[in-house]
């Protein structure tokens, strides 16, 4: 499309004949219409949204630094983070 929209400049700016003047002018004209049609339809095609993280895959990773930090300290997993893995281990999570 650029490729034509610039023969058509070459032939308005380069020639003095009127119907290939308008010939070009009208081609320059289409071209922008194309271009027009062409923002349209990308804004109607919704932009690609960032994977949304999972409460399940964060609370997975909070008790998972959890047990990271208690092991490293020697100490055994807090009560409430073994219950948890429990439950989603129950839900199939």
Do not use: F, H, N, Y
């Amino acid at each position: 499309m650029m490729a034509a929209l610039d023969a058509a400049w070459a032939v308005i700016e380069a020639g003095d004949d009127p119907v290939a003047i308008a010939k070009a002018r009208d081609t320059a004209r289409l071209c922008g219409q194309m271009a027009a049609a062409v923002r349209k339809v990308a804004a109607l095609v919704p932009a690609a949204k960032a994977p949304i993280a999972r409460p399940v895959s964060l609370i997975d990773e909070v008790l998972d630094d959890v047990e990271k930090a208690a092991t490293a300290a020697g100490k055994p997993p807090a009560a409430q983070a073994v219950a948890m893995r429990a439950a989603l281990a129950k839900l199939g999570r």
